[in-house]
Structure formats: C-alpha cells, structure tokens
C-alpha cells in the first residue's frame, strides 16, 4: 500500500519479468466470467449499461446511488473503480486540482506465424537507458525515444487464444499521462506502434515484419475516452493508495487502479480482497452482515 503508484508500471514490470507474470486460460473473459458466476451465487447482481451519475449520503451514512437511466438504489457501502478524482466527482467533494497523476501506457497487440517456445508468457526488454527513460516520463512528462518494454506471450501457455501455427504477444511501455503531455495519439501512435515493433524484432525475432499478421494499439486516449480514466491513466494517482482515497466516507471504498500499485491480475484481485474485507468487517460491525 505505500508504494507510490508513479512507481507502479516499472516495478509492476520488473516484478512480472521476475515472476513470469500470470495470465488466464481462455482469456481474461474466462476470469470474469468466474468472478460474476460466484457473486451471483452469494446473491449478487450485475447491472450493466447503468452509467453512475451521482452517489450521495443521507445523515445515517446510507449511500444513494442514481444512474442516468432513471435507475436508483441505496446501499450500505459502495465500492468505486472510477478512481480519485471520478468519486469525488459523483460525490461532490472537492477535488485537488494539483494532485498528479501517474504515467499512462501504450499497449501493442500483435499476432505472428510461427510459433516460439523460447519466448516466455512474461519478459521484460530492458533498454539501456531504462532508468532515464522512466524518469523522463515521469517528472517531466516527456515521450522518450526508447523505452524499455514489457512483452506478454499469452499463447505460449494457451495456445487456444491463436489460431494453429500462429501466435499473440502484447508489448507494453510506459507513457507521459494527458495532462502531463496532450499528445496527438492519432499520429503518434502508429509512429510508436511500428517503433515497438521494430525494438521487439531487432531484440527477438529478426523476421517479424515478413511475418506480422496483424496489429492494433491502445494508448492513453482510449483509456480516457472507453473507460473515462483521468488523464487517460489506469495507475491513477501519484501518491501512496491510502493518501488517495483521503477524504472519501468511510463507506466508500476505492478498488482497482486506486486500490493499491500495479494493474496486473494478482494486484487487481489482491486490491478487491482487501476491499472486501473492509467493506464486510463495516457491515458486520454495523450488525448488517
């Protein structure tokens, strides 16, 4: 919980590389699949296509969540994935306008013929100007010309996720958030995107351009404007989780980007335990659980 969540996406990679990352058989659907099959059997219930609008208190402390399809609800305790600054908002507390926020990342995906049993489900292609690199984007939000990257082979131990005698990597690096640098990622990213490529074919498989089937990329802007993330961002602030989720309620718990450093599986799930636990010791402390 106190490591600084600037810090998140290099030690989140440092720390994947070491481990061998995790990754989920048949895909992350599979995993969310699970997680809502289970809340639904211990009496939950999914909502979808409910867009949050507002979340207020009465002066017992019961939430009252409205959505802006005219849905309402109230709750004992809420859980919030939007981050900080997107909570507060609903809830109308003040936000500080000078906090800052974490670095941002540029994913590529891309799929390959062959197949390459040396390559790992996790590594990480450290540059030799890694720590600088960090450091530009970081403190001055500046784009560097390399960076290392972070590659993910998800077929290498699920071959189902590529078709027979093909395989899919993602190749990941840390970027300058939008507030830090709003850049034109209409035009920088397919620049970046073939810059990556080309590292990760120089670095592991001279051949990859003759055989590159397909690719796409996903860069801060899209986490803006798909998952409507601060600054296009999902490691959110720079600050410690607990100094985050200062001044929300007590019933009001952050999960996910928030919750804690890094944004791998294991953090994620580890994040959402430990809010849990939180939000069920409230509910049994108040006689409700």
Known sequence: MGLLTD??????????????????????????????RHYERVGGRLLLRHTVTALSRDPAGTCQIACSNGFSMKAASVASSLGADNTRALLSTPRNSRRQLAPAIFTVHFALRGSWPGIGHHGLLMCDE???????????????????IVLSHPSAVDPALAPVGHAVFRAATIVPNLRQAPLDWAAVGPQLERAILAETGQRLIPDLADRLVMAFHTTP???????????????????????????????????????????????????????AGRLLGQLRSAGKG
């Open 7 to 36: 810090a998140a996406p290099a030690r989140a990679q440092q720390i994947a590389a070491l481990t061998g990352g995790w990754g989920v058989r048949g895909g992350t659907d599979r995993l969310i699949a699970a997680l809502v």
């Open 130 to 148: 890694h720590h600088a690199s960090v450091r530009a984007v970081r403190d001055k939000g500046i784009l560097p010309a390399r960076s290392s």
């Open 221 to 275: 802007a899209d986490w803006a404007n798909r998952l409507a993330l601060p600054g296009g961002t999902p490691f959110g602030l720079r600050e410690p989780a607990r100094a985050a989720a200062r001044g929300l309620p007590d019933n009001v718990v952050l999960i996910g980007a928030q919750a804690g450093a890094g944004a791998a599986i294991p953090d994620v799930l580890a994040g959402a335990e430990r809010a």
